[in-house]
């Protein structure tokens, strides 16, 4: 799927996504474990049966060594139309919504709101940008009582359920909630379950399945326009291969959905 061996962007390259390696020094370095592990990802696609776009062989830049670098790349990449996959170490990679000249809806998959004074997420909402969070199951109390005074433009989904949906059925009112601009994805890991990514700095328990992030991905992004994706969260471990695994399928489906038309399902 992707190249392992990044190389620069040339000018005249026309992909249409373009991976930007942005782990800002972390060893290990979980930008090059998901690069490694990606060649061994079936491009067959089980949801649209077939093997979406003919595979996708984005561009993959070089790796950013800070956040400097990091926004001179995306620049570069949203410049020539393309969409921007990075791939991170932290929430430092989620170089925000300031990077958009429109105003954009930002998905949040994390079991941490990250709303605490100088987070991003509350960056985001006080620059007023609509945010979605699904996952949510780790909460400091500040971030509890600061959440009910948040505008509207701020809609939380706690991992266990809210609202009368099921943390398995809340696909759609997710996708409702980030109305019709484009999406902005930004994924932690720690979203999914301790049972199947352990690989994650501070395993949460009760998080979400695998049939469950995907549905609310599917939900959320087919048919609609991905400004950018964003990538994080993964700790690799040697004994934990499947975690690096899972972290690059996670990439394909996001760029299937993102891609795919509506009638390929």
């Known amino acids: 799927m992707f190249d392992p061996d990044p190389t620069a ?31 061994q990802v079936e491009l067959f696609d089980e949801e649209v049966w077939g093997v ?39 929430t430092d990679c989620f170089a925000g919504a300031e990077e958009w000249a429109e105003p954009v809806s930002i998905l ?47 809609r939380p ?8 949906y099921k943390a398995g059925e809340q696909g759609p009112a997710i996708a409702a909630a980030l109305g019709k601009g484009p999406r902005l994805v930004a994924i932690d890991l720690s979203v999914f379950d301790a049972a199947i990514m352990p690989a994650v700095a501070e395993p949460e328990p009760g998080g979400l399945s695998w049939p469950t992030v995907t549905a609310i991905l599917k939900a ?11 990538l994080w969260g ?17 990439a394909y489906k996001l760029l299937t959905y993102a891609f795919a038309s509506e009638n390929a399902f």
């Open 9 to 39: 962007m040339a000018p005249d390259d026309a992909s249409e996504v373009c991976v930007i390696p942005a782990a800002f020094g972390a060893d290990p370095d979980p930008a090059a474990a998901i690069l490694e592990a990606s060649p």
């Open 52 to 90: 979406p776009k003919k595979g996708f062989r984005p561009l993959v830049a070089d790796s950013a060594s800070d956040g400097v670098a990091l926004r001179k790349t995306l620049s570069a990449v949203l410049e020539r139309g393309a969409v921007p996959l990075v791939l991170g170490a932290s």
């Open 108 to 154: 949040h998959l994390s079991a941490t709101p990250d709303l605490a004074p100088g987070c991003l997420m509350r960056k985001a909402v006080e620059a007023g940008h609509t945010v979605v969070a699904a996952g949510l199951r780790r909460f400091s109390p500040e971030e509890a009582a600061f959440i009910p005074t948040l505008p509207s433009s701020y």
């Open 157 to 164: 989904f706690r991992a266990f359920g809210q609202a009368g």
């Open 220 to 230: 959320s992004l087919v048919g609609h326009p991905v400004a950018g994706i964003f």
């Open 234 to 250: 993964l700790r690799p471990h040697p004994s934990l291969h499947a975690a690096d695994f899972l972290a690059a399928k996670l």
